[in-house]
């Protein structure tokens, strides 16, 4: 693991105990107390549950995201402030996994109506190699492949179950499970009834937003399935191996640049591998991330001859995303895939 980043367990125990000290004045809000000016007061740990938060809980909710637009959320420090605003949540909606130090402040912060998408759905372990034939080398899981700072195909089989990557309840699931509009749509409904439960004054409302946004992901997935039916290729590259539970919903096979640090150049033999999978499967592109350096994308396709192009993992939003909001940039993601697979 990447010990960048992780914050130790110490560190944030320490902040956390700043954070309540700051607020031994201020008792946590109940959610019948109405929150922030009458609204439920909502922290969100990055967009994907952002998004979710606010459109579900509309005008009665005031989402906080711990995530600031264009900051990586695996990267993600905690200030004692924003642990203290943990604590004085009516509400906190997160995504166990993804981030550590997120998930050791919520565990501390005594807040009651704490919700974990992860529990909303069903995950699954997913290697760099992910379709809905092949999943690849069970028990990576990774949702940064890079981050092992090995390289090459050894990489993967050194990293099994024990590797110490732990995402969600069972140890090496992959986390991304908004990047597949089916699972989103399952959490969304998870959060719509836990919102109910918290504010039940507004559980009306809270109801028709979720329907609404479910037709919404529903809708979506029904572009996916049709757009991405019948293609030339089922193989992608990417250098974020995010993309499983897309892979796998919609019959396709990512290929992740698994070992390799996104900063980092790609290995020799990493990529003549790459080359070879590209030339059998006719695969066209290597898609990189709007919150990463497009480096290694451009290295691998200058030494492959493939195209470039963005697939975005929707950790969050900025002036650079292809959308103002989750589902423009997954339409844009789509787009992206049927021109990357020779879409019919």
């Given at each position: 693991m990447n010990v960048r980043r992780l914050i130790p367990a110490?560190?944030?125990?320490?902040?956390?105990?700043?954070?309540?000290?700051?607020?031994?004045?201020?008792?946590?809000?109940?959610?019948a107390d109405?929150?922030?000016g009458g609204k439920l007061k909502v922290t969100a740990s990055f967009y994907?549950?952002?998004?979710?938060?606010?459109?579900?809980?509309?005008?009665?909710?005031?989402?906080?995201?711990?995530?600031?637009?264009?900051?990586?959320?695996?990267?993600?420090?905690l200030t004692p402030r924003q642990i203290g605003s943990i604590s004085e949540s009516d509400y906190v909606l997160y995504?166990?996994?993804?981030?550590?130090?997120?998930?050791?402040?919520?565990?501390?912060?005594?807040?009651?109506?704490?919700?974990?998408a992860a529990?909303?759905?069903?995950?699954?372990?997913?290697?760099?190699?992910?379709?809905?034939?092949?999943?690849?080398?069970?028990?990576?899981?990774?949702?940064?492949?890079?981050?092992?700072?090995?390289?090459?195909?050894?990489a993967h089989e050194e990293h099994s179950e024990g590797d110490g990557h732990n995402h969600g309840e069972e140890g090496g699931a992959d986390p991304h499970i908004w990047l597949d509009p089916v699972k989103y749509a399952e959490v969304a409904k998870g959060v719509g009834k836990s919102l109910e439960k918290a504010d039940p004054d507004h559980a009306a409302d809270y109801e028709k937003n979720t329907e609404t946004l479910v037709a919404e992901l529903d809708k979506l997935n029904t572009a996916y399935e049709s757009g991405l039916k019948n293609t030339a290729t089922k193989t992608f590259i990417t250098t974020h191996s995010?993309?499983?539970?897309?892979?796998?919903?919609?019959?396709?096979?990512?290929q992740g640049i698994a070992g390799i640090d996104p900063e980092a150049e790609p290995s020799p033999a990493r990529i003549q591998e790459i080359h070879t999978i590209a030339e059998k499967?006719?695969?066209?592109?290597?898609?990189?991330?709007t919150l990463a350096s497009d480096r290694t994308a451009k290295t691998l396709a200058k030494d492959t001859g493939l195209k470039t192009g963005?697939?975005?993992?929707?950790?969050?939003?900025?002036?650079?995303s292809r959308g103002a909001d989750y589902i423009e940039v997954m339409e844009s993601n789509l787009t992206a895939l049927q021109k990357a697979l020779g879409a019919k």
């Open positions: 110490t560190a944030v125990a320490g902040a956390v105990a700043l954070g309540l000290t700051a607020l031994s004045a201020c008792s946590t809000s109940d959610a109405g929150g922030d994907p549950m952002q998004f979710l938060a606010e459109r579900i809980g509309g005008e009665h909710v005031a989402v906080t995201s711990l995530t600031k637009p264009g900051v990586e959320p695996h990267d993600l420090e995504l166990k996994g993804i981030q550590p130090a997120v998930d050791d402040a919520i565990k501390q912060s005594g807040v009651k109506n704490t919700v974990d529990t909303l759905t069903t995950l699954e372990n997913h290697g760099s190699e992910v379709s809905g034939h092949d999943h690849g080398h069970e028990g990576e899981g990774e949702e940064h492949a890079d981050e092992h700072g090995h390289e090459g195909e050894e995010a993309f499983g539970y897309l892979a796998e919903r919609y019959g396709l096979t990512q499967e006719k695969a066209t592109t290597v898609f990189f991330e963005v697939l975005d993992p929707l950790e969050g939003i900025t002036d650079k």
